[in-house]
């Protein structure tokens, strides 16, 4: 079964930037949609940004030209760069794959924006 494995996350100042990296145990651009959601503290897990199977992107308003998701086909690696971080983007960042009859997590990696 794929697994996806989060990392980059971590402690950055307001307007900072991180760039969080999911990488797949396999390849599965060509069968699963992708996604980045996250967690704030109290809230509920919410979406971020998704890539469809064509690589088409689709990114939340709330972080709209300041998130970039992407992946790199060769490396089976789910990308979200995060610009101009702000406080309330604190949250536990998850990785998601899903298809018609098929749906997997990450662990998630925790991102914190604070001064």
């Known amino acids: 079964h794929v697994q996806l494995v989060e990392s980059g996350g971590g402690l950055v100042q307001p307007g900072e930037s991180l760039r969080l990296s999911c990488a797949a145990s396999g390849n599965i651009f060509n069968t699963y949609g992708m996604g980045w959601y996250r967690q704030g503290p109290g809230k509920e897990r919410e979406v971020v940004a998704t890539?469809?199977?064509?690589?088409?992107?689709s990114v939340e308003d709330s972080v709209r030209g300041r998130f970039i998701i992407s992946r790199d086909i060769a490396k089976n690696t789910l990308y979200l760069q995060m610009y101009n971080l702000k406080p309330e983007d604190t949250a536990v960042y998850y990785c998601?794959?899903?298809?018609?009859?098929?749906?997997?997590w990450g662990q998630g990696t925790q991102v914190t924006v604070s001064s």
């Open positions: 998601n794959a899903a298809k018609w009859d098929d749906e997997i």
């Open positions: 890539l469809d199977l064509d690589g088409h992107p």
